[in-house]
């Protein structure tokens, strides 16, 4: 079976979702013949068991972007269109292109359809692109693929396309390493994009409730975001006296990253809404128990005794936070090795290549 993956960006920055291209890439090339459209960055990440075809940004007003896709995709033939990612008009172009070609298409919204998502600047950005283009993307779409029994509900609520199949993300257990001591550090990571979904308000006004128990330790939140936002979240931690407590360390990528993980007593992510959450899946493989919101798809942090399922809020953060300061290195432990056999025996890169490639027959079935 021959591939193509559409995705607006492999660029490190881009976070989950590049993440995610570069592991079901690697599982899915032992599978089939797999290729990668996608465009030009400064910080791509390395793509094994695949050719990346690089094409300009998407201008709706050159037919040359047209004809190169189109020629392209001939190119190679594929049995299937996979397209990454909503709202934005280079997505929706290449699902145009590839199925007014006669080829089926699978789209991928990577939570970009939650309701969290739409209601979001609904007015000047959501409902003109709705309008346009992305309504008819989703109802065309030969498939539509969720990632999470909750982002399924909500595709089928939307009402646009019942034509949907499950997939859990996955990742690469085999090449991260578990850490090796659970004493404690007094070290808090928060690792993600730092946008305004991600919760990090809630992160901040926690750590002002908590501020005597948190003396002499770290919060540290890693991750590149828009500039202003950066700001505004710097200010909110000057004006409530916690810049010896709360610290924005910007991205860190490779071994850093790993590092953070391994040296954290535990992981937060206090989101509004996540499909997945591969810094989630990361925290656990790497040994450290997590906490994270209702909005993910992470109940299983809870009967797997792995880190704590909350509700949304500063309130139900403050709670758990409490709680997990007041273990000790052995609970920590012991929750760290059930996060990662939770990784190994459910959320394995191998396991979502091959439910991956069962959908893709499923689509290409229709066609016989």
Known sequence: MKIIHYIPSI??????????????????????????????????????????????????????????????????????????????????????????????????????????????????????????????????ADCLQATAESEYDNLLHLGYNDRISVVKLGIDADGIKMKESWKKTHQILFLSRVHVKKGINFLIEAAEALKDELQGYK?????????????????????????????????????????????????????????????????????????TTVGTPWSDLNTSHSGAWIEIGMQPLVEAMRKFLAMTDEELERMGHNGRKLIETKYSAKVMAKEMMEVYAQVTESLR
């Open 11 to 140: 660029d490190r920055t881009a976070g989950g979702t590049s993440t995610y291209m570069q592991v079901l890439a690697k599982g899915l090339g032992e599978l089939a013949e797999v290729h990668i459209i996608t465009h030009d960055s400064e910080n791509s990440l390395p793509i094994e068991n695949c050719t990346v075809h690089y094409v300009p940004e998407y201008n709706p007003f050159k037919r040359s972007w047209k004809r190169l896709v189109t020629n392209l995709i001939d190119e190679v033939k594929p049995d299937i269109v996979h397209v990454n990612c909503c709202w934005m008009p280079a997505c929706a172009a290449v699902q145009r292109i590839a199925q007014k070609r006669g080829y089926k298409v699978v789209l991928t919204p990577h939570g970009m359809l939650e309701p969290w998502i739409i209601r979001r600047h609904y007015w000047t950005r959501k409902f003109p692109a709705l309008l346009f283009y992305q309504k008819t993307a989703i109802r065309k």
């Open 219 to 291: 919060i540290l939140v890693a991750g590149e975001g828009d500039a202003d936002y950066v700001s505004a979240l710097k200010q909110q931690i000057v004006y409530k006296g916690l810049q010896d407590i709360v610290q924005l360390i910007g991205g860190v990528y490779g071994d850093e990253k790993w590092r953070l993980f391994q040296t954290s007593d535990f992981f937060v992510l206090p989101t509004h809404s996540e499909n997945f959450g591969l810094a989630i899946a990361e925290s656990l493989a790497s040994g450290t128990p997590v906490i």
